[in-house]
C-alpha cells in the first residue's frame, strides 16, 4: 500500500496576528508551494530522514558546519516524530482502536522556510492527515476539532509558539474566515470556521526574503504585554480582528481598493506595536518598495514575507522588477485547493 498526503502553504491576508488572541482571520492557501507526506507498506514501521532537511552524514565538518548554519538544526523529523505520537495518544484516550499495516513514513517540502508561510504546520497536517487515512479513523474526527490536535502537537510536544490561523486553512484549503471567540474555544476546543469563494479574491502577490531570521521571535514581547492586561496590546487585537471583518464584508462587495487599504492599515498597525526591530529591515524594505509603487502590503505570517493586491500587468511587472533587484522573491500566488473531509482510504 502506498499513500501521499500534500498540504500546501498559507498567507494570512487580515486579521492575523488575532488568532492567538482569540481574534479573527482572514486567510487563504498558497498553491504554489506544498509538502507531501509519503507512507509506504513495510515491514517495521520507520520515520525516514529527509537527505537535505535532515542530514546525518556529511564529507566534512565543513559542511556539518555549512549545513547546519544555512538550515539550522531543527528539520522536518521532529515534527514527523511528533504527530505520530500525538496522533497514537489521541486515538488510545479516544479510545479509538488502530488497525493497519506497518509503513515507511517520508516527506517532500518546496515550503520556503522561516518566512511566515507555515511550512512546519504543513508537515505536521500532512503526517496526521495520512495517518488517519492509513488507518481508516478520518471520520472519527471533525474536520473542525482537527486544527487543534494540529496546534497541540507543536505547542505540547515541542513547545513551538504559535496560533491557530494556520491549522485552519491548512486543514480547510482554499481562502476561509476564522473567528476564534473566547468562549468557543475555552467550550469546545475549536472556534466558528467559514469558507469564502476564492473566486471573490483580487489578484495577490507574496514577496519574500531569501535569507530569513528566526520567525519565533515576533510574538514575545507582545504576548508577555497580552497577558498583563495592556490596553494597547488588547485594542490592537481588536482592530486586528476587525480587518478580517472589513476584509469579509469588501471580497464580498469585490471592492479592492478597500482590500489594500487594509492591508496597509494592518501594516500600520503591526509596525506600531511590535515595533521595526521586531518586524526586521527586511520586512520593512518590502513594504517600502511596494508603496513606492503605489501598493499597499502587509506581512503574511510572522517571518520575511509580505502580501498585496497586485493591481494591473505593468504596475506588477515594475513591483516584481524591483523587489527582484533588491534580492527578494516576487510570485503571484495561486490560491491552493479546498481539502475535502471524508475517508479517502
Known amino acids: 500500500m502506498h499513500m501521499e498526503t500534500v498540504v500546501h502553504a498559507r498567507a494570512g491576508l487580515l486579521g492575523n496576528p488575532s488568532d ?13 508551494y ?4 509519503i507512507l509506504t507498506e513495510s515491514d517495521s514501521l520507520r520515520l ?10 556529511f564529507t566534512s565538518i565543513a559542511e556539518l558546519a ?26 488510545c484516550t479516544r479510545q479509538i482502536s488502530l488497525r493497519g499495516p506497518n509503513f515507511t513514513l517520508s516527506y517532500e517540502t518546496d515550503i520556503p522556510r522561516q518566512v511566515g508561510l507555515a511550512g512546519s504546520s504543513a508537515l ?46 491548512q486543514t480547510y484549503g482554499g481562502v476561509m474566515y476564522m473567528d476564534f471567540n473566547r468562549q468557543l474555544m475555552e ?16 489578484p495577490l502577490f507574496l514577496a519574500y526574503v531569501e535569507d530569513p531570521s528566526d520567525s519565533g521571535v515576533i510574538h514575545s514581547d507582545v504576548r508577555r504585554r497580552w497577558h498583563e492586561g495592556d ?25 479592492y481598493s478597500r482590500i489594500s487599504e487594509l492591508l496597509g492599515a494592518a501594516f500600520s498597525l503591526r509596525r506600531k506595536i511590535f ?42 511587472t515594475l513591483l516584481a522588477d524591483s523587489l527582484k533587484a533588491e534580492g527578494f522573491r516576487f510570485v503571484p500566488i495561486i490560491i491552493g485547493p479546498e481539502y475535502e473531509w471524508k475517508d479517502e482510504g
Not at 492567538?20 to 504554489?32: A, D, E, H, I, R
Not at 506544498?34 to 507526506?37: G, I, P, T, Y
Not at 525516514?48 to 552524514?57: G, N
Request: charged share 20%; proline share 3%.
Open 231 to 255: 490596553q494597547e496590546i488588547h485594542q490592537a487585537m481588536h482592530t486586528f480582528a476587525g480587518f478580517a471583518d472589513e476584509g469579509k464584508c469588501a471580497l464580498a462587495a469585490r471592492d
Open 20 to 32: 492567538g488572541y482569540y481574534g479573527k482571520t482572514l486567510s487563504c492557501l498558497v498553491g504554489n
Open 48 to 57: 525516514q530522514p529527509h537527505p537535505r532537511f535532515d542530514p546525518m552524514e
Open 187 to 202: 467550550e469546545r476546543g475549536y472556534g466558528s470556521y467559514e469558507r469564502i469563494d476564492a473566486t471573490l479574491l483580487p
Open 275 to 316: 515595533g521595526e526591530a521586531v518586524l526586521g529591515a527586511a520586512n520593512l524594505r518590502m513594504v517600502e518598495i511596494a508603496r513606492e509603487h503605489d501598493v499597499y502590503a502587509t506581512t503574511c505570517g510572522s517571518g520575511g514575507a509580505i502580501i498585496g493586491v497586485i493591481r494591473d500587468e505593468r504596475q506588477n
Open 34 to 37: 506544498k509538502a507531501r507526506v
Open 124 to 169: 505536521v497536517i500532512a503526517t496526521l492527515r495520512s495517518l488517519m487515512k492509513w488507518y481508516h479513523v478520518q471520520p472519527s474526527f471533525l474536520q473542525a476539532e482537527f486544527p487543534t490536535l494540529a496546534l497541540e502537537t507543536e505547542q505540547v510536544e515541542l513547545g513551538i509558539t504559535a496560533g491557530m490561523q494556520d491549522r485552519v486553512i
Open 66 to 91: 555549512l549545513v547546519y548554519g544555512d538550515q539550522g538544526y531543527y528539520g522536518g523529523m521532529r515534527l514527523l516524530q511528533a504527530a505520530c505520537k500525538r496522533f497514537y495518544e489521541t486515538c
